[in-house]
C-alpha cells in the first residue's frame, strides 16, 4: 500500500518540469494577450489577470499577477481563496511532497496590530514555490480579520535581475 501511496506522490521533480503555473511559464516573454503592463512598487512590470475563471483541481482561483522584468517573465503569484488554505496545503503536499523550509510568525501576541504569516517553501533548481498564508488583527482585541493566501513561483535570482534592471538608467528598450 505504501508503494502505491509513493506513486501517486509526485516530487520537485515535478515542480521543476512544471517551471511556473499552468500556461504562466518563468522566463517566457511577455504576450499583448496576457493585458496590459504596469509598474509595480517595487519597479517590474505587472499584468493583473482577474474575472477569469480558472482552477487548481476544485480549488478556485481569484487572481493571477504576472511580474516581468525585461520582458522575462520573473515571478508568478497566484491568489486563493482563504478558506481553501487546507485543501491547497494537503494538494500541494501530495503533488510535491513535504515543503523544503517552512517559516512561520503565527503566534501573535495579544493585541498585536501586526500581520502574521506562514511560509511553506519548496526548493526547485531555479525557482522556488512559497505558500504564503497571512491574517491581519482587525483591533487589539478583536479575532483576525480576513487574510490572504498565495502561491508565488518566482526564480531564485529575482532579486539580483530586480537590482541590475534598478542600476542601469537606460535600456534598450528606450530606443
Known sequence: MIAGLKGFSQSISKLNSNYGFKEYKLESLYKQEYGNKERDYDGSDVVSIENQVDYINDIPIEKIKL?????????????????????????????????TKYKSDWDIKEGSKKPYFNKYIWIANKFTLVLYE?????????????????????????????????????????F
Open 134 to 174: 497571512s491574517r491581519y488583527p482587525t483591533s487589539f482585541w478583536d479575532k483576525p480579520r480576513r487574510g490572504t493566501i498565495s502561491l508565488t513561483y518566482e526564480l531564485k535570482d529575482y532579486e539580483k535581475r530586480l537590482e541590475r534592471m534598478k542600476h542601469s538608467k537606460y535600456s534598450s528598450n528606450d
Open 67 to 99: 511580474f516581468f522584468l525585461s520582458d522575462s517573465l520573473v515571478r508568478i503569484v497566484v491568489f486563493i481563496d482563504e478558506n481553501q488554505s487546507k485543501k491547497l496545503s494537503d494538494a500541494l503536499i501530495a503533488s510535491f511532497g513535504k515543503e
